[in-house]
């Protein structure tokens, strides 16, 4: 007699939505993709266009938002601001991502590649990550491409370190060294049987680092070494703001609000998704 599957197992979007802050946070992300992609739709007004008799008007009327130092609509450049800083994270999220689970597995699979290339996420694990950031768009250049390159290096030994240890129980299981004992391949043991079964925690990482990414690209365009300054981003229009804190604090009101809504957001739905695919807690659940 084969047993059946109780009905009443709990289904991964059940999990993922047992709490409504993860359903409420999910909707709230999507709105805001949703709504930056949409910018060009439905900005209000050009985001670059100059008025100076428009010079710091507060919030209503013809400026939703309020205009900025140069009487450019802060509604619309908050809304294309959010589209490069949105794909900052995503871009930073998906390089790291890609090549943690490569350095991880290499270091993970191998026995005489483990030691050095765990050094070596050890040692860059060591310094802050801003400083880090700084250092290397300091030395490739300020931009859109450069950021999302340096926050990747930054942020790749975060997944590779959890790569790497999952790898390292994975490669001793019975099904691993069936796998071994019927000829299969190195490359399609690490893709069918390693990479399968390690993915739930590298997704999981993942959003946290798109949260991360948003967060350290807002600092650098703060400091003013992130993207070019004639880019909008959250982080610029923060730092373009704040020397106007006094007479205008709305112009760093809303990117601030922007980008905590949009982390807290990820960090919530990382959460969710932690509790859904980990076993463990899916039971607690």
Same mark, same amino acid.
């Given at each position: ?6 009905? !009443? ?24 993709? %949703? /709504? ?33 130092? @140069? *009487? ?56 802050? !990550? ?5 250092? /290397? ?35 001793? /299981? ?31 990482? %993942?959003?946290?680092? @798109? %949260? ?6 807002? *600092?650098?365009?703060?400091? *003013? ?6 880019? &909008? ?12 804190? !006094? ?7 809303? &990117? ?21 695919? !980990?076993?463990?807690? %899916?039971?607690?659940?």
């Amino acid at each position: 007699m084969v047993a059946s599957v109780s009905s !009443d197992e709990p289904k991964f979007l059940e999990l993922l939505f047992s709490r409504r802050a993860i359903l409420v946070a999910l909707i709230v992300f999507v709105a805001i993709v %949703a /709504l930056c992609a949409l910018a060009p739709l439905i900005a209000p007004a050009d985001p670059d266009k100059m008025s100076v008799r428009a010079r710091l008007t507060p919030p209503g009327g013809d400026f939703l938002l309020g205009a900025d130092a @140069f *009487g450019r609509d802060v509604a619309s450049r908050l809304l294309y601001a959010g589209r490069v800083s949105l794909t900052i994270g995503l871009g930073v999220a998906a390089v790291s991502s890609l090549a943690g689970i490569v350095i991880g597995m290499t270091a993970g699979f191998f026995r005489r590649l483990d030691a050095p290339m765990s050094r070596l996420i050890d040692a860059m694990m060591a310094f802050p !990550d801003i400083l880090l950031a700084i250092a /290397l768009v300091a030395i490739l250049g300020g931009s859109m491409v450069n950021v999302i390159i340096a926050l990747s290096i930054v942020y790749t030994p975060r997944i590779a370190r959890i790569v790497r240890a999952s790898t390292l129980v994975i490669r001793e /299981l019975p099904y691993v060294e069936a796998a071994r004992a019927l000829g299969s391949s190195t490359w399609t043991i690490m893709t069918t049987h390693v990479l399968r079964n390690i993915l739930s925690p590298i997704i999981v990482q %993942a959003t946290f680092i @798109f %949260a991360y990414a948003m967060l350290a690209e807002a *600092g650098l365009s703060f400091l *003013g070494v992130g993207v070019d300054p004639s880019t &909008p981003t959250w982080g610029t229009m923060i730092n373009e703001g704040r020397q106007y804190i !006094d007479q205008a604090a709305f112009l760093i009101l809303f &990117p601030g609000l922007a980008i905590s809504v949009s982390v807290l957001a990820l960090q919530l739905i990382g959460d969710g998704l932690r509790d859904a695919l !980990d076993p463990r807690l %899916a039971k607690d659940l």
